[in-house]
C-alpha cells in the first residue's frame, strides 16, 4: 500500500493482519467466531494481560478449561462468560479472588459464607478503571447469609472496605459510627484518583477521560436512612464532598441543606453551581457569584432565571463558548435581532454590477442551443444505476433580488431561501447523487454562505463547490472592501461554506475511496506525491473530481486586465493562478487519465489549458453566460449549459450521470481465484453494495469470466454461492458453475430484457409528470413515498403510497394516487399527469390504459411481500448494471434454447 494511503489514513485493517502483529484480546474481538482457530486462541491467551474480556470474544467451541482458568486468574469477571460445562466450584473461587465482584457471577448454591467474606473484605480497588459502576461484592451476598448470625460483621467489613456498600446494608445494622465511616471514606473505598486513571489508560493507549469523568454519581450519604442522618452527618459530607450535595434525599433537604451550606459548596468554584439543589440554585447571590466568576456558569443556571441580562452579559464575555441553544428562545431572538441590528445600520449596498458578454469559441465541436428548460444527460451506460451529478453556475443571487432597499438581512434570508428551494424539485433521483456549484453565487460572503446553508439543510448529498470571479469581489452588506489577499479570501469562503458534506475546492481532488469512503487531496499534497501513489489512489476511487476556479490567464481578453476579478486580482496573478491549475490538472491527467474524472472550473479550459479535453473526462464550467455543451470530435464531453446568469428566472440543476464502481479484482485473469474477505467486502463496497465485513467461515472465491463474477463460499464439503452477505446451497461444484457463468448471464440477460424495458417505459414517464423515476428491483420511484409496483409474474402495475415498508396503500391508478401529491414547488404533479396524457406521452402509464379494477378509495395492504421478488430482482439487475451474478437457478440454462422471451420467463428467476 502507498505511502498516501498511510499518510490519509485510508489503509483498510485486516483484522487478521492485525492479530498476527499483535495477538491480544482487542484484536481477536475483530475476528468473528467461526473464523477464530485453537492457534489464535492461545496466542491471545498468552499474551492476556487482564484488560478487557476475553472469554467474551472468543470462540465458545475451541474454549478449554485450562484456557477459561487463565481467564479468570486474569480478569475475575470473565465468570459470567465460562462454558456451563467448564464451570465449577475452583473456577468461580479462582474469579472472585481477582475479582471480589465477580460473587455476582457465582451460582448462589456456592456462594458460601467463606467465600462471601472474602469477597467484601477485598471490595476495594479491584478492576477500578473498569468497574466503577459494577455492583459492591456485598450486593451479592445471599439474604440469608446477611440476615444471619454473621451478617452484621459482614456488613460492617463490606461498609469499612467500600462505602458505597452502605447501600445493600440492612436498616438494623447501621449505626452512626458506621454512617460516618461510610461518608469519610467515599473517596479512597468508593472512587479513584484521576491520576491512577491516566495511568492505566495510557498504559492501554486509550482516550483519555475527562477530568471530571471519575467523580460519583452517588454518594454514600444518598443511602443513609431516616433514623440516622441529621444535619451534622450532611456538613460532615458536604464539607469533605462538597458534590454530594447533590444527592441529599430530598426529604431531608428541607431541613439539613441550607443557603449557608450552599454558600460553602460554591466556594470550590463555579463548576459546583451544577450541584446546588433547588430552590437555592435560583438564589440570585449564588448565580451572580457564579456567572462573576465564569460566563460559563450560565450553562447550569435554571433555565427561568437565565434572564437577558444575565445572557447577553455571558455571551459578550464568553463568545462563541457560550452557546445561543443555551438561552431561552425569546432571548435567543432577541440576541439575533440586536446581531442584525449592528450589521445592518445602514441600507444594505445590493446593486448589482453586471460585466459584458464574454465570447465562447468552441470550433471543431457540437455546441447544443441555449435553453431554460431543465436538462438530465443520458451520458452513463447505466443511468437507473449511475451515481446522478447535479450542477448549476453563476447564480448571481444579488441580480435575481428585487429591487429595493433592504435594511433587514431576514428579507435577503428568505428571499435566498426561497431560491435554494426552487432548486430542491431537480433532484430528481432521491437522495443518492452529488452536488456541484461552479461558483459566481454571489459577489458577497453573507449572500454565499447562507446560500450553502440552505442548500446543506434541504438535501443529503455531498456539495462539491468552486469560486468564480465575482466572490473574489470580495463585497460585503455596504459595498466592496479594500484590496485583500486572494488566499485571505478563499480562506474566508472556505471557513462559511465547508460543514458535514461541503467541499470548495481550489486545486484541489475530492475522492470517494473504494467507493465509500470521502477524500480531499489538496494542491500541496498532489504535487508532493508521486505519480505511482497518486495513481494507485486514484484506481482505488469510483468517484474523482478535479476542482478549481481556474481563473483565465490564457484568455486573450476576457481576462483580470478588463476587471473580472475588481482589485482582487492581477493579470500577472491572474496567469500565475491558470498556471497552478494547470499544473495540478497535468498531474492528475497524468495519473488517471483513463479514469472518468469530472473537472469542476468557473472559467472555461480554454482559459488555463491549450490542451485538448480528455475524452474519458466530462468537463463543467460557467463564466460565460452562454449556454450549451460541447461533445468534441474526440468524445470529451463539456457542460456549460445550466449557468444562469443576470436574468431572473427558476433554478433548477441540470443532470448528468457517471458510474461509480470500483473494482479491487480487475487485474485477476479468468478462472477461479481464492480470496481474502476483505477483498469481497471492497468489491461489493465498490459496486454500491453495502458491507460491513464478511464472517462467515471457510474459503471464499471469486469466479470472473469475460469480466463478469460470481462469488462462491466453502466449509469443508458445503458449497455456497453467495449474494453478498447471504449464503445459499449450491448443488454442483465451483467448477461447474464456472464453466456455466457465459451461458447463464445470456439466459438472464435476455430473461430479464422484456421486463426491463417495461421498467424503463415506466420511469421514463413517470419522469415526464415529474417524478423521481428511479428503478430498484421491481419498484419505480414517484416520490420518496409514492411508487409503482411492476408485478413480475403477470406485468399488473400497481400504484402505492408507503409511509413504511408494511402499511401500503394501493391505488387503481396512478392518476388516483397522485391526487394526493403535490410537487415542491406547488406544481401539481397531477396537472402535468394529465398534460402529458393528452400528449400521449404516457401510453404505459395512461388512465385509459391501467387494466386495473378501479376503486373509489386506496386499498390498505399490510404485507411485505412485494419487496422479495424486488430484492431477488434487484440482485439480478448487478447482472445487468454491475456484472455480478447473485441469483442461480439452474432452470434459467434451459432457456438459452429457446428463441423467444417473455416477462414470464421471469418466474424462473424469483
Known amino acids: 500500500m502507498g505511502n498516501l494511503e498511510e499518510k490519509l489514513n485510508l489503509r483498510e485493517i485486516n483484522p487478521m493482519e492485525e492479530f498476527n502483529k499483535l495477538p491480544n484480546v482487542y484484536n ?23 484488560y478487557g474480556e476475553i472469554l467474551k470474544v472468543a470462540a465458545k467451541k475451541l474454549l478449554t478449561y485450562d484456557l477459561c482458568k487463565i481467564a479468570c486468574e486474569k480478569r475475575g469477571s470473565n465468570l459470567q462468560y465460562v462454558p456451563k460445562k467448564f464451570l465449577d466450584v475452583v473456577i468461580c473461587e479462582i474469579a472472585v479472588k481477582c475479582n471480589p465482584r465477580a460473587l455476582a457471577y457465582v451460582p448462589e448454591e456456592w456462594r458460601t459464607y467463606e467465600l462471601c467474606l472474602f469477597a467484601v473484605s477485598n471490595d476495594s480497588r479491584e478492576e477500578k478503571w473498569l468497574r466503577q459502576r459494577e455492583k459492591c461484592a456485598l450486593a451479592s451476598v445471599p439474604k440469608a447469609l446477611v440476615d444471619g448470625s454473621d451478617g452484621q460483621k459482614l456488613c460492617e467489613i463490606a461498609v469499612e472496605k467500600n462505602s458505597l456498600a452502605i447501600e ?254 426552487e432548486l430542491i424539485p431537480s433532484l430528481k433521483f432521491g437522495r443518492q447523487g452529488i452536488i456541484l456549484i461552479g461558483g459566481d453565487v454571489a459577489c458577497n460572503l453573507p449572500f454565499v454562505s447562507y446560500f450553502y446553508k440552505c442548500l446543506r439543510d434541504n438535501c443529503n448529498m455531498p456539495i462539491i463547490s468552486v469560486l468564480g470571479n465575482h466572490e473574489l469581489w470580495d463585497g460585503n452588506f455596504w459595498g466592496f ?51 505511482a501513489e497518486l495513481t494507485e489512489i486514484c484506481e482505488k476511487s469510483s468517484i474523482i473530481i478535479l476542482g478549481g476556479l481556474g481563473f483565465s490567464g490564457l484568455e486573450p481578453k476576457f481576462n483580470a486586465s478588463m476587471g473580472l476579478y475588481r482589485n482582487t486580482v492581477t493579470l500577472e496573478e491572474d496567469r500565475k493562478r491558470s498556471d497552478r491549475f494547470r499544473i495540478v490538472y497535468e498531474k492528475v491527467r497524468k495519473c488517471a487519465g483513463d479514469k472518468h474524472v469530472i473537472v469542476l472550473t468557473h472559467t472555461p479550459i480554454n482559459n488555463w489549458t491549450y490542451d485538448t479535453p480528455n475524452p474519458k473526462w466530462i468537463y463543467v464550467n460557467g463564466h460565460t453566460h452562454k449556454n450549451g455543451f460541447v461533445c468534441n470530435e474526440n468524445g ?191 406544481t401539481s404533479m397531477l396537472t402535468a399527469f394529465i398534460s402529458a396524457e393528452k400528449e400521449n406521452l404516457l401510453p404505459t402509464l395512461a388512465e385509459k390504459g391501467n387494466k386495473l379494477a378501479k376503486v373509489s378509495n386506496a386499498v390498505l395492504v399490510t404485507d411485505r411481500t412485494i419487496y422479495e421478488p424486488s430484492r431477488i430482482l434487484r440482485s439480478i439487475q448487478y447482472v445487468f448494471d454491475r456484472n455480478v451474478i447473485r441469483q442461480w437457478n439452474d432452470e434459467v440454462l434451459k432457456l438459452e434454447s429457446l428463441l423467444n422471451f417473455s416477462i414470464n420467463d421471469l418466474q424462473l428467476l424469483v
Open 168 to 421: 445493600y446494608v440492612p436498616l438494623k445494622y447501621i449505626t452512626k459510627s458506621m454512617a460516618y465511616k461510610a461518608v469519610k471514606n467515599s473517596w479512597p473505598g468508593g472512587f479513584y484518583e484521576y491520576t491512577e486513571i491516566v495511568e492505566i489508560y495510557k498504559k492501554h493507549q486509550l482516550e483519555l477521560p475527562e477530568p471530571e469523568w471519575h467523580t460519583a454519581t452517588v454518594w454514600p450519604i444518598a443511602y443513609i436512612p431516616e433514623e440516622i442522618i441529621d444535619r451534622d452527618l450532611v456538613e460532615y459530607s458536604v464539607k469533605l464532598f462538597p458534590e454530594s450535595i447533590a444527592v441529599i434525599p430530598r426529604q431531608y433537604k428541607n431541613s439539613y441543606v441550607t443557603l449557608e451550606l450552599c454558600q460553602k459548596v460554591m466556594e470550590h468554584g463555579w463548576r459546583y453551581l451544577k450541584y446546588i439543589p433547588d430552590p437555592f440554585c435560583k438564589n440570585s447571590s449564588i448565580i451572580n457569584a457564579a456567572l462573576k466568576e465564569s460566563p460559563l456558569a450560565l450553562g447550569f443556571v435554571p433555565m427561568e432565571k437565565r434572564t437577558k441580562k444575565r445572557c447577553f452579559d455571558a455571551k459578550k464575555r464568553g463568545g462563541d463558548k457560550i452557546l445561543l441553544e443555551w438561552f431561552p428562545d425569546r432571548i435567543a431572538d432577541a440576541w439575533m435581532n440586536e446581531c442584525e441590528e449592528r450589521k445592518n445600520k445602514d441600507a444594505i449596498n445590493i446593486e448589482p454590477i453586471m460585466l459584458p458578454d464574454i465570447e465562447v469559441n468552441m470550433s471543431g465541436s457540437i455546441v447544443v442551443a441555449d435553453t431554460d428548460n431543465m436538462i438530465i444527460h443520458e451520458s452513463s451506460d447505466n443511468d437507473s444505476d449511475g451515481i446522478p451529478i447535479y450542477y448549476i453556475t453563476d447564480i448571481h443571487l444579488e441580480h435575481h433580488l428585487p429591487a429595493k432597499e433592504y435594511k433587514d438581512f431576514k428579507e435577503i434570508e428568505t428571499f435566498i431561501q426561497k431560491k435554494v428551494e
Open 636 to 826: 470529451a464531453t463539456v457542460y456549460f449549459d445550466n449557468q444562469v446568469g443576470y436574468k431572473k428566472s427558476q433554478l433548477h440543476f441540470n443532470t448528468f450521470f457517471v458510474d461509480n464502481i470500483y473494482d479491487p479484482l480487475k487485474e485477476l485473469p479468468d478462472g477461479i481465484h481464492e480470496i481474502f474477505p476483505e477483498q469481497y467486502v471492497d468489491f461489493n463496497r465498490g459496486r454500491g453494495i453495502y458491507m460491513s465485513r464478511f464472517c462467515q467461515q471457510g474459503k471464499l472465491y471469486a469466479l470472473k469470466q469475460n469480466n463478469i463474477y460470481m462469488f462462491m463460499l466453502q466449509n469443508g464439503a458445503q458449497i455456497y454461492w453467495l449474494e453478498g452477505g447471504r449464503l445459499h446451497s449450491a448443488e454442483h461444484g465451483i467448477e461447474w458453475y464456472y464453466e456455466n457463468i457465459s451461458s447463464y448471464y445470456t439466459c438472464v440477460q435476455r430473461a430479464f430484457t422484456p421486463y426491463r424495458n417495461v421498467l424503463q417505459m415506466i420511469s421514463n414517464e413517470v419522469k415526464i409528470f415529474g417524478g423521481y423515476g428511479t428503478i430498484h428491483g421491481c419498484i419505480i420511484d414517484i416520490d420518496y413515498r409514492s411508487h409503482i409496483y411492476l408485478n413480475p409474474y403477470d406485468g399488473s402495475i400497481h400504484p402505492y403510497y408507503a409511509d413504511d415498508m408494511t402499511n401500503k396503500y394501493v391505488y387503481s391508478s396512478v392518476y388516483e394516487l397522485l391526487k394526493r401529491l403535490d410537487l415542491e414547488n406547488g
Open 481 to 531: 472592501r479594500e484590496s485583500r489577499l486572494i488566499d485571505t479570501i478563499i480562506g474566508d469562503y472556505k471557513d462559511a461554506i465547508e460543514y458535514y458534506d461541503t467541499y470548495l475546492l481550489e486545486n484541489e481532488l475530492y475522492l470517494q475511496y473504494k467507493g465509500y469512503k470521502k477524500v480531499r487531496l489538496d494542491e500541496k499534497k498532489i504535487l508532493e506525491v508521486c505519480d
Open 28 to 50: 481477536l474481538a475483530k475476528i468473528a467466531k467461526s473464523q477464530q482457530t485453537y492457534d489464535m486462541l492461545q496466542k491471545a491467551f498468552d499474551n492476556y494481560d487482564g
